[in-house]
């Protein structure tokens, strides 16, 4: 891809590589599979891990919005960056009444659309909802005038593992902020989950050079990157075992703070995964998800472990050790708990 860049004094891309096109041709090619083939991924358990913060994170919001309203009352959501439908499952058993699903990628809208109309097939007693499908670059297309209604607004906005992107510009930024924005009622909350830079930096940092990674992931920054680092368009290539390999861009927080506030978006809280995973492990709800969602394996249990890396469960073993009586423990590898603790959850609320 050719590269044409020019930068301001203050780190700011002006004009950029157009990345939005190779994002979506990524996630277009991705076939769906099917649970047994799920199964026999190396990342089978960091997958299940980080749907089930997502199923917790999603639980949070719409219980926050209940608590202020009457009983029944109609939630409706917009999902941006919504995939191939994976939260489909999660907006139903929350009882929502309407939802908008929101993609680059259109061979995975129109994969949505297939489980949408499969889900609500199998759900026909109850449980439903309506629903919508708009195929736009989000970070550059405003959805207000592509909605079926241009004066609804949502009570929650979604944006799972997808906001980084829209920060390949500060105009990108502003667009993907005010479609959160313009679409969400005062007092509705914005979710969402994101590269954590701080982490990254750090870790960056640690191992030297310009990449780092393990097992499953691998995250490599270009050898001339700009000095100090931009504030947009910082640009790094992220692969993770199965699922993405593609151009990712860094999130400065206290830069998404600011645009957020301009856009009347204040942060409620943002929290490391790895606190996010213990708040849900508090939850009751959550809890009982845990079997249900397959989080954890069993260790040791050679015919279902997913390396044959032992170093991967030395955690486990040394638990054990100590634990006379037990035989076997729920984890996940360490190189899975790495890749999960890569990302921040951040919730926002629309105060004007």
Known sequence: MAESESYSSKGIKTSKDNYGSVVASHYNSIEEKGLKERSRSRIFYLRN????????????????????QVDGYPVSVLDLGC??????????????????????????MEQCRERYNNTMKRNRGGGGFSAEFIVADCT?????????????????VSCQFAFHYCFESVGQAETMLRNVAENLKRGGYFVATIPNAYEIMSRL??????????????????????KPPLLFGDKYNFFLEGVVDCPEFLVHPSTLIRLAKKWGLEVEWNRPFSIVYNDALKDSASQRLLSVMHVLENYPNRDEQVTETEEEYSHAREYLADKEDSTYIRTITK????????????????VR
């Open 335 to 350: 190189s899975e708990w790495d890749a999960l603790c890569l990302y921040q959850a951040w919730v926002f609320r629309k």
């Open 205 to 226: 940092q640690s191992n030297g050079g310009c990449s780092f990674g393990n097992e499953v992931y691998k995250i490599e920054f270009p050898e001339d990157r700009p």
């Open 83 to 108: 995939g191939k439908g994976g939260d489909l499952l999660k907006w139903q058993k929350g009882n929502i009444r309407h939802l908008v699903c929101a993609d680059i990628a259109a061979t995975s």
């Open 140 to 156: 550059k297309k405003r959805l207000k005038l592509m909605l079926e209604n241009p004066s609804r607004q949502v009570d929650l």
């Open 49 to 68: 891990s980080n749907n089930w913060i997502k199923s917790h994170l999603i639980s949070y919001c719409l219980d926050q919005i209940r608590d202020r």
